[in-house]
């Protein structure tokens, strides 16, 4: 079981705001899951994977998959308070899930 974090790399956040949209994406997609998937991902360590995309059209590649495999997911709009516009989707949380079910669809993506 995991979660996987996916940040645009195009947007050139610093690294507490790309903190703080992850954090956005991990408990929005929590939030969102089963609770005894929750149960089991907690109970192996609840493991967390970041990677990067380059851009809006490929994360949405990426959200639309993940909706039609069923996972668990959030995607983040900024509220534009800092570096990024209001509106801008800067980064997608899914699961947790089964590593397998996850990577079929994240697997090729780089770490951030």
């Known amino acids: 079981m995991k979660q996987v ?4 790399s195009d947007l050139k956040m610093g690294k507490g705001k ?3 949209q ?3 994406a991990s408990i929005g997609s929590f939030k ?3 609770e005894d998937k929750i149960r089991k991902w907690e109970l192996e360590g609840s493991k967390k994977v970041i990677v990067s995309v380059n851009n809006l059209d490929e994360l949405l590649e990426i959200y639309r ?3 039609e495999a069923g996972i ?3 995607l983040v709009r900024d ?3 800092t570096q990024i ?3 801008t989707i800067t980064c997608l949380g899914i699961g947790p899930d089964d590593d397998e079910k996850i990577d079929k669809i994240t697997g090729d993506l780089k770490l951030l």
């Not at 974090?5 to 645009?8: D, E, G, K, W």
């Open 18 to 20: 790309i903190a703080a």
């Open 32 to 34: 969102r899951t089963e």
């Open 65 to 67: 998959a993940v909706k």
């Open 85 to 87: 516009p209001a509106g």
């Open 22 to 24: 992850a954090c956005h």
């Open 5 to 8: 974090i996916i940040v645009r």
């Open 79 to 81: 509220a534009g308070h």
């Open 72 to 74: 668990s997911n959030y």
